[in-house]
């Protein structure tokens, strides 16, 4: 499975195109729908979240709510386009009083972007560099999580810290999965702890105040993924690069680490690698310090996935750019922003593990149909479960 998307930030709409999908999984337009809102949500995000009512069109692959195995293409209308069609035109003369942007903002592709393809405005890479593109990635995803649904593979995602706001040192979730998501759902910074939401939501409110922004870390949980998909054999085959890669592809993610992560390196081995047991006769561990990857492959454990965002590099307080006309030193241009989009960066974080996961049980167990993936995978969790017999 995979996907590529077009369209600019503010174009007529955005579009995807998902290839390579097996055939009969059903598909609920209305799920996709609730991950393109929770990409939208999120306390600090700006004014294009309220112009915005992002809604998923499936124009082709889908009949009846099931796949076809045909390409699915996608469309996600962007309704800012109405104040933007004379200057986004895709034809004709520009308008005389068009303003080109000029001042780059750093932290952002528009300066190197630039440079890079021989242009004059910015704004020819901001509309595309802008991560508004991540709503049609979300849509692409839908399908993939559709998919890891109908195997038992849940996705979900939780933000960590804001700023220097964080989830008290050793937190764990707790409760049963509905109802920590649920919590995770209600808060406005899709944080766990309330106390937490609270003081990021006030860390938020003073970088606003303040004409700052900010970033911060999340976490994505895939639960209910079978052991032994990716591989040992090769890099590019290893489930650690592929998820550091399609993590690495969101807009202003910096960092990401796997299980503990950083904190490991700290540590001895006794304290980090993981006891192998027998639970009747399925081979499983005594912890999940390597966030469910051993070798480039999965354990079987939950995939627990952390990222780190930087702070969004539009500020309403600007930094210093050099004007690419007069070459003076100005203000770098404010385009309307968010103060903060960790809470979203975490739901586009789901879709590319999701991808990445639906595409290791594909090169795993079979691509074309969705009862015969569903097939090869009994015989090979049979095949498991009985080997420590
Ligand atoms: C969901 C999401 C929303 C974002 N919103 C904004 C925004 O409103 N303004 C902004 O300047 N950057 C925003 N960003 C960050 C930029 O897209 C990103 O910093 C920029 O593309 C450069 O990042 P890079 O150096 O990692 O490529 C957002 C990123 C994500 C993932």
């Given amino acids: ?9 503010h174009g007529p709409e955005l579009t995807t195109i998902v290839s390579d999908v097996p055939a009969g999984i059903p598909v609920d337009i209305t799920n996709i729908n609730t991950d393109l809102r929770r990409r939208q949500g999120g306390y600090g995000r700006g004014d294009r979240q309220k112009i915005e009512r992002d809604q998923a069109v499936v124009t082709s692959g889908v009949r009846f709510g099931r796949t ?9 209308q962007n309704r800012d386009w109405e104040n933007w069609h004379e200057r986004m035109a895709h034809f004709g003369r520009p308008p005389a009083d068009l ?3 000029v001042t780059p903002r750093p932290g952002h592709a528009d300066l190197v972007g630039v440079l890079r393809t021989n242009q004059d405005d910015c704004r020819n890479i901001l509309e595309r560099s802008s991560a508004r593109e991540t709503a ?10 559709e998919f890891l649904a109908e195997l038992g593979v849940e996705v979900y995602s939780y933000v960590t810290s804001v700023g220097d706001v964080a989830l008290p040192e050793g937190y764990a979730l707790e409760g049963d999965a509905a109802e920590v998501q649920m919590g995770i759902e209600m808060s406005a910074l899709r ?20 004409g700052e922004s900010l970033g911060g870390t999340f976490c994505v949980v895939a639960t209910g993924v079978v052991a032994g998909l990716g591989s040992h ?3 590019p085959e ?18 990401v680490e796997f299980g503990l992560g950083f904190q490991a390196a700290a540590l001895p081995g006794s304290r980090v690698h993981d006891g192998i047991v027998l639970d009747g006769s399925t081979f499983t561990r005594t912890s999940n310090n390597a966030g469910g990857l051993e070798g480039g492959m999965t354990t079987g454990m939950p995939v627990v996935v952390r990222a780190a965002m930087k702070p969004i590099p539009t500020l309403m307080n600007p930094l210093q750019t050099v004007n690419l006309d007069t070459l003076e030193v100005e203000e770098a241009s404010r385009e309307r922003s ?11 974080a789901e879709g590319e593990v999701a991808f990445v996961l639906a595409n290791a049980y594909q090169r795993a167990f079979g691509s074309t149909s969705l009862a015969d993936i569903k097939a090869n995978i009994a015989s090979y969790t049979h095949r498991l479960d009985t080997m420590g017999r």
């Fill in 338 to 348: 968010d103060v903060c989009a960790v809470p979203a960066a975490a739901v586009v």
């Fill in 238 to 255: 290893r489930l650690t690069s592929q998820l550091g890669a399609a993590l690495f592809s969101i807009p202003a993610i910096k960092g």
């Fill in 99 to 101: 303003h080109r942007e």
């Fill in 68 to 76: 076809t195995g045909a390409p699915v293409s996608i469309t996600v």
């Fill in 191 to 210: 944080c766990p702890d309330a106390d937490t939401t609270e003081r990021m939501k006030a860390a938020i409110d003073a970088a606003r105040d303040a």
């Fill in 233 to 235: 054999v090769a890099g």
């Fill in 1 to 9: 499975m995979q996907y590529l998307t077009a369209g600019e930030s």
């Fill in 136 to 145: 049609a990635r979300v849509a692409a995803a839908g399908i993939a999580k």
